[in-house]
């Protein structure tokens, strides 16, 4: 079975310290994968990653793929208040038209 | 890019109620389009997805069925409402890449 797991399940920070979270998986034809900053309601997409090694990188946010080890992991560096949210991980599988997703990162970040 | 639209934004019904819930796309033609449920704060697990009109495919065996009566028309049904129901329900629709929008959600409470 497809499986996405991400960690922390939580995690409490004060503002501008730098954050990484993490993302493993175990699928069987692996495509891509994504991303996404959930708050009060939908989540909106960051990142998305199909190459291993190439960081991709968008303000305080950064991204990086290891295809070998199976993970992503998502950095924030000086972290805002306005960090905090749920940040979900998800797979694509190659020839399927769907996303696995991750439980989800709960980020705090406290003044 | 596209837009993704859902309606209503909150919705409280009795057990035993029958639900449809609506979401429309814009700005693409021939999308995949999602129906997602949200735990509290947590994950999200794919309910059901469709890559053309009147393609319907389910992923977890439940009370409820979706339809696809038009291109950038998704439909999410039940005839009667359960409480294990209650959720956030999220629409989203796929370009061919693989990347997900989602709309703004629908917090259902089955009372």
């Known amino acids: 079975e497809d499986k996405v797991v991400q960690s922390p399940l939580s995690l409490v920070v004060h503002e501008g310290d730098t954050v990484t979270l993490n993302c493993s998986y175990e699928?069987?034809?692996?495509?891509?994968l994504l991303w996404y900053k959930q708050e009060k309601k939908a989540p909106t997409f960051l990142f998305m990653l199909t190459s291993s090694g190439i960081e991709k990188k968008s303000g305080r946010l950064s991204s990086i793929l290891d295809k070998k080890e199976l993970f992503s992991i998502l950095n924030i560096t000086a972290t805002q208040t306005g960090d905090s949210a749920i940040y979900l991980c998800?797979?694509?599988?190659?020839?399927?038209?769907?996303?696995?997703f991750g439980q989800g990162t709960r980020l705090t970040i406290n003044p | 890019s596209q837009t993704i639209h859902q309606w209503p934004a909150t919705l409280v019904q009795p057990v035993g109620s029958p639900l449809s819930l609506e979401c429309t796309v814009e700005g693409t033609s021939n999308p995949n389009l999602y129906w997602y449920r949200q735990a509290a704060g947590r994950g999200l697990q794919l309910l059901f997805y469709s890559v053309g009109i009147g393609q319907i495919s389910s992923e977890v065996p439940q009370n409820l069925s979706a339809s696809r009566p038009q291109d950038r028309q998704f439909i999410l049904s039940s005839k009667k409402l359960l409480l294990s129901d209650s959720g956030f329900y999220l629409c989203?629709?796929?370009?061919?890449?693989?990347?997900?929008?989602f709309g703004p959600g629908t917090r259902l409470t089955v009372t």
């Open positions: 998800a797979v694509q599988i190659q020839g399927a038209q769907k996303l696995v």
């Open positions: 989203a629709g796929g370009n061919y890449i693989g990347e997900q929008y």
């Open positions: 699928v069987t034809n692996f495509r891509s």
